[in-house]
């Protein structure tokens, strides 16, 4: 657990340590991590194939999400009222036009559709008919 913490974690904190001015390098590290966004989102869908009694635990699935949603909201409004009490937000930056709302829109229906895809051809374990997924044997019997 601790080594996929430091994975992640290291490399956000070195990128945010390390200074970096040019546009250009900044929109291709941007592209760089939508397209990791995707792979993890493809790869959650495969893994959510895999699960036993994927119907039954759906309802869990579910439940954790909702809660999870609706703890980290009520944090992050919380923490939002706090700061702006402490340290009111005052600056001359002008509001730049925002995308429509209709392509935020289709870009979440794209990302939920790649944890579809994931999950359907998950199902059909095409790339898995050559892995043996099956249980490895131990060397040496668990003794107590």
Not at 30 to 46: A, P, T
Not at 68 to 85: D, G, Q, R, T
Not at 89 to 114: D, I, N
């Amino acid at each position: 657990m601790f080594s996929g913490l430091f994975i992640i974690l290291l490399p956000l904190v070195v990128g945010y340590l390390l200074p970096l001015r040019h546009s250009s390098a900044l929109k291709l590290i941007n592209r760089m991590l939508s397209w990791i966004v995707y792979v993890i989102l493809f790869f959650m869908g495969i893994s959510l194939a895999f699960l036993d009694n994927l119907a039954s635990n759906l309802l869990a699935i579910l439940h954790y999400a909702a809660v999870s949603v609706v703890i980290i909201l009520l944090c992050n409004i919380a923490a939002l009222l706090w700061l702006e009490s402490k340290m009111p937000w005052r600056s001359q930056h002008r509001q730049e036009k925002l995308p429509s709302r209709l392509a935020m829109a289709l870009e979440s229906l794209q990302l939920c559709g790649v944890v579809v895809l994931g999950f359907l051809l998950g199902l059909t374990r095409l790339p898995f008919l050559y892995v043996d997924l099956s249980p490895v044997p131990r060397r040496y019997p668990i003794t107590q």
